[in-house]
């Protein structure tokens, strides 16, 4: 009795292992990722330049002293960037300068090495006053000028394109899901919609090759990303805009977490399926 | 050495009063040092490796131990327990009864593989591997045993399951003493992980969490484990000590007695009021109880003693004997001249007639996690036990307990009441299935 569960669990586990196999090893030509990698590189640099227009007037009403115009632009500024965030993280002296957060400085908030986006956030939010961070503001539009020009002269690895979709995943389910991103302003929902869009972009791109390597996968992967986008529509606000994070029902928050725990594993295979190293 | 030893809790001990305990002290402690002499050779032998690299793996001679699965009862509760344990508590996430019962299916699978062991599946390395690795390519044993519990809240309105509640299935309540931290407590589902090697336990959880990330979100998860003894052949066996540095398990019933277990920790036909599907499951409290150990180890020992009322070093109670299995006679004291009334041990179990149907199987590992904010060690006692009805078991045990002296020594944080589900029989038969059939309304 004992035994033949045994086997029965094994045949499962090797039924598994060999579909998987197969499409690890059917063949995707390497000159057939040309086309998506290249599309994505349009969509980043279209994001990179709403980032920068985003992030000018952002940081412009931040020195200008205008907190509540700072308050309303800093959620959407950051979109652009949560989007394109696998490949914005390759450099990762801007992606640290731009997107730190407190706790990744010894001395969190008073740390004078904090910057950022999340610097302002917490200048904005929590010490009401944009006095001492003028400064911090020239140096994140800076940093993001210098972050269009890198992007425009990088060749992009299609691994790190394909692998970009379980990336953000794995972003979102590390550290984002526990509403520690945007602690200040609780804007995490509009991060979480853009991290979503980034990677659901990259399935868009290779969904001809997904469906021809495995129809199953993108049926169930299509599903998971519409129960996410669905979940987060209920808390929509405005024309683009979420309520705060505060807002999210404890019962979405868990099943947000596991549709993002399932896309992460999934897509973790999508470039062995696609036949990247 | 062994001079040295017996010599020094000796010295100190004319500046105390009360000369007759600290014999009793040295003689329980000449007892200890006589096991320790009669058994060293062959671990002094193995500790000492001579030709050993310092990153060799060490050596455990139990990794092909193997529990069976199959059985009318989940393995894990009556199974001796082994030196590691985790309770891991989950959200189930199913949005159906088709994905609760996957679930159930797949955790049956998965159990199955990970009880038994056995090679892991090789995969395209330009894949995520299928398995973590951290036990090696093939997975040992280790004495793994895998034990599924439903919580009350898995019987709200989401897949139906109300009509099919086990009667005594609640949500755990705070008692006075309690300081629940609601981060880790409670639970639609909780799993029992017990091997021989914490890394044994992991592997089995990274397994489980990777192969349903769709319908399980962990909630909390809290590991334990208890020291080993070295075997002396002949001599009787010993419960293990807790962080409180008290024998803990000496009055436990036998788990090997199976009249006793069907009438103390089983759910069986007797139980009238319960569905007939969950015969053969068991009630699981789960506590997870912070000791105040700095505090506890700056308490005279005759108060420790008083308070769990059983000598410290060997375990015996406080009126008679020199071992631990001695039975206290509490008839003799009524006025707790000898054990205190309020004595852990005494309120525990008072050793009635009455008494014996608040009998528990208590399965507790000791717990270490870090340093509080106030620069103290965060330790204490995973405190898991069975019964066959959680309101005569623990509920009626710890209403007993509640206003007892160790209270100033321990704090319980968190935890949850479970129903482990009945055991999975043959080949065709998966966790749950008695529960969802039970349900279904076809």
């Given at each position: ?43 980043v640099?279209?994001n990179i330049?709403?980032l ?26 950051r979109m652009s960037y949560e989007r394109i965030e696998p490949v914005a993280e390759l450099f990762s002296?801007l992606d640290?300068?731009i997107d ?17 986006f ?29 972050l269009?020009?890198?992007l ?8 790190k394109?394909?692998?970009g979709a379980a990336v953000l995943m794995e972003e979102v389910?590390?550290t984002k899901?526990?509403?520690?991103e ?9 991060d979480f919609?853009a991290n979503f869009e980034g990677a659901?972009k990259i ?75 | ?442």
């Amino acid at each position: 009795m004992q035994m033949s569960l045994r086997r029965l669990s094994r045949v499962t586990l090797l039924a598994g292992s060999l579909a998987l196999c197969a499409a690890a090893q059917a063949a995707v030509s390497p000159l057939e990722l040309v086309g998506p990698v290249a599309e994505y590189k349009l969509y980043v640099s279209e994001n990179i330049r709403t980032l920068v227009a985003d992030t000018r007037a952002f940081t412009d009403a931040v020195k200008a002293g205008d907190i509540d115009k700072a308050k309303t632009l800093f959620p959407s500024a950051r979109m652009s960037y949560e989007r394109i965030e696998p490949v914005a993280e390759l450099f990762s002296d801007l992606d640290s300068a731009i997107d730190s957060r407190a706790d990744d400085h010894e001395k969190a908030e008073k740390d004078p090495g904090f910057g950022g986006f999340h610097r302002l956030e917490y200048a904005l939010w929590e010490e009401r006053s944009t006095d001492a961070v003028k400064p911090v503001a020239d140096k994140l539009m800076a940093d993001v000028l210098e972050l269009q020009q890198r992007l425009a002269g990088l060749t992009f690895p299609p691994e790190k394109v394909v692998g970009g979709a379980a990336v953000l995943m794995e972003e979102v389910a590390a550290t984002k899901i526990s509403g520690e991103e945007d602690r200040y302003s609780h804007t995490d929902l509009w991060d979480f919609q853009a991290n979503f869009e980034g990677a659901y972009k990259i399935v868009e791109l290779l969904r001809p090759l997904v469906q021809r390597e495995d129809a199953a996968f993108l049926e169930k992967t299509d599903a998971n990303f519409k129960t996410v986008f669905d979940t987060l529509a209920k808390y929509r606000e405005g024309e683009q805009g979420f309520q705060t994070y505060d807002k999210l029902s404890d019962r979405d928050r868990k099943l947000l977490a596991a549709r993002v725990n399932t896309l992460a594993e999934d897509l973790s295979k999508l470039r062995g399926m696609l036949g990247l190293d | 050495m062994a001079s040295n030893e017996s010599s020094r809790p000796a010295g100190p001990c004319p500046a105390l009063p009360g000369r007759r305990r600290v014999l009793g002290g040295a003689a329980a402690l000449g007892t200890a040092l006589a096991a320790w002499q009669a058994a060293p050779r062959e671990a002094r032998a193995q500790s000492a490796q001579p030709d050993g690299q310092v990153t060799n793996a060490p050596h455990n001679a139990h990794t092909r131990d193997r529990v069976p699965f199959l059985g009318e009862h989940q393995a894990g509760v009556v199974t001796p327990r082994p030196s590691a344990g985790m309770i891991a508590s989950f959200y189930v996430l199913a949005e159906d009864r088709t994905a609760l019962e996957r679930m159930f299916r797949t955790l049956t699978e998965r159990i199955a593989f990970l009880t038994q062991g056995g090679p892991v599946p090789e995969l395209d390395p330009r894949l995520p591997p299928a398995d973590s690795g951290i036990v090696g390519p093939v997975v040992p044993p280790d004495g793994l045993t895998i034990t599924v519990s439903v919580g009350a809240s898995l019987f709200d309105d989401r897949y139906g399951l109300a009509q099919a509640r086990p009667a005594r299935l609640q949500r755990m309540q705070a008692h006075p003493n309690d300081a629940l931290d609601a981060s880790l407590c409670h639970g639609d589902l909780s799993i029992q992980f017990c091997a021989n090697t914490p890394d044994t336990n992991i592997h089995a959880l990274r397994d489980i969490i990777k192969t349903l990330p769709d319908l399980l979100v962990l909630h909390w998860k809290q590991e334990g484990s208890v020291p080993p003894i070295p075997e002396v052949p002949g001599a009787p066996p010993e419960s293990a000590r807790n962080f409180l540095g008290f024998r803990d398990g000496s009055a436990n019933p036998d788990g090997r007695d199976a009249a006793a277990m069907d009438r103390i920790v089983w759910v069986g036909a007797d139980d009238t009021d319960e569905p007939r599907w969950a015969h053969g499951g068991t009630y699981q409290a789960v506590r997870i109880i912070r000791n105040f150990v700095e505090r506890w180890d700056r308490t005279p020992l005759q108060e420790q003693e008083a308070i769990i009322g059983r000598k410290k070093a060997s375990g015996a109670p406080l009126d008679r004997g020199s071992s631990e299995h001695d039975v206290p006679d509490y008839a003799g004291d009524p006025e707790g001249k000898r054990t205190p009334l309020d004595a852990h041990i005494r309120l525990a179990n008072p050793r009635t007639p009455a008494s014996d149907a608040n009998l528990i199987l208590r399965r507790p590992f000791n717990y270490s996690n870090g340093v509080t904010k106030s620069g103290q060690l965060d330790m204490g006692l995973l405190f898991i036990c069975y019964q066959a009805d959680l309101e005569r078991g623990f509920i009626a045990v710890q209403r007993r307990l509640d206003g007892e002296p160790l209270e100033e020594y321990i704090k319980p944080v968190g935890g949850g009441f479970f129903f482990t589900l009945p055991g999975v029989r043959d080949a065709q038969d998966w966790l749950g299935r008695g529960l969802m059939a039970a349900t279904s309304r076809a």
